[in-house]
């Protein structure tokens, strides 16, 4: 028979044992858990490491900062001084952007100062005339060859009576304004300026002191639209299509703004970074040909020979290229060379594209197939 005292020793064995089994499992979770927790760490630590390297740099910004530093300092040319709100623009402006197709913005130096966009504006007349009525419309009415005579030559407009013009010599340019659509001229310049804010991505609006000051001036252009007009090109109001023309070439921009037109030129006509279609794609390489032939110029064919990129130039001191399928450029710096271009503008859209592969003419052998 158990008595009290034993039922008491039994119940007091059996409970010691119950906590030193608890005891033995805690220990032995607690070790495990202090080997298991530097092996965590251990493999951890290369994750972690991994996320914290800096990333590598990005090859578009790399040759935008490089081209910039590396011409920074030049001091070449002159601001074009025969429009008078030219003169005055800040010498020092200097601003670098590079857009590529999928919309991704690389950007060094000046872009937020404007400068009035002038001959580039050309493109972009042209781009909506051929729109509304087709490339033979450009070709047939005032041509696309290269005049090889200076932008404004009235010469050559007498030369080949208006016929052997192209949309990016001064003669062909206000024919191509004076061909865009409208009951009057609010209409044609709604037209215009909306397209030009397309194509940048965002509203764009006009320098009224350039625009003033080249209106003053713009008497060689009114005789170019005169001539243009009694050669049968221009068909009606020569002079209001003068004026149309000089305001557009009044229209501000930035580096960025040119960078983003000229990108959506590489993308067929697509806008990359507002996804708005601002051009027919079948329509864009036309646009981009006579680009190539005559954009800067008359020293358009040594702008091809280096760079193989469609460009364009404007005495306002920006140019923006074309590298199609890829990016387009811009740059804005306003001293010029003796033929018009901006001379920073030139040798840093050359130094980029050449870094980038932009060339278009610069194809890669095709790889030999392997011999059986």
Not at 309 to 336: N, Q, T, Y
Request: charged share 15%.
């Amino acid at each position: 028979m158990i008595t009290r005292p034993q039922h008491w020793l039994r119940g007091m064995v059996a409970l010691a044992a119950i906590v030193l089994v608890a005891a033995s499992i805690s220990a032995i979770g607690t070790s495990a858990a202090q080997k298991a927790a530097p092996a965590a760490a251990k493999s951890a630590a290369p994750a972690a490491a991994k996320s914290a390297a800096p990333a590598a740099p990005d090859h578009y910004q790399t040759a935008v900062n490089a081209a910039y530093a590396k011409f920074k300092s030049l001091q070449e040319g002159k601001n074009a001084d025969y429009i008078p709100a030219l003169a005055k623009v800040d010498p020092n402006i200097y601003g670098v952007a590079l857009v590529t197709v999928a919309g991704k913005v690389y950007t060094t130096g000046d872009i937020t100062s404007e400068v009035s966009i002038q001959s580039i504006s050309k493109v972009f007349t042209m781009a909506k005339v051929i729109e509304e009525q087709g490339p033979m419309a450009i070709e047939s009415n005032m041509g696309v060859d290269a005049t090889g005579q200076a932008f404004n030559s009235i010469v050559a407009v007498e030369q080949y009576k208006g016929a052997e013009m192209n949309a990016m010599v001064n003669p062909g340019a206000i024919t191509a304004t004076s061909m865009v659509s409208g009951a009057d001229r609010a209409e044609i310049w709604k037209k215009i300026i909306d397209t030009y804010s397309d194509f940048a991505g965002r509203p764009l609006s006009v320098n009224q002191e350039v625009f003033k000051s080249e209106a003053e001036t713009n008497q060689r252009n009114q005789a170019i639209a005169m001539l243009m007009y009694a050669y049968g090109h221009i068909k009606a109001e020569p002079l209001r299509a003068c004026d149309i023309y000089t305001e557009q070439c009044a229209v501000s921009v930035n580096a960025k703004d040119l960078a983003v037109m000229a990108a959506t030129l590489a993308n067929g006509g697509v806008n990359p970074v507002t996804g708005k279609q601002c051009m027919t794609t079948t329509n864009v390489p036309k646009v981009l040909a006579v680009m190539a032939t005559a954009g800067l110029y008359d020293d358009s064919g040594k702008w091809l020979y280096t760079t193989g990129l469609p460009g364009k130039s404007g005495v306002g001191g920006g140019i923006l290229a074309v590298s199609p399928g890829k990016f387009g450029i811009a740059v804005i710096s306003p001293p010029l060379d003796a033929a018009g271009n901006s001379v920073k503008a030139q040798k840093t859209i050359a130094e980029i594209s050449n870094a980038l592969g932009g060339n278009p003419f610069a194809p890669k052998p095709a790889a030999k197939a392997a011999s059986k």
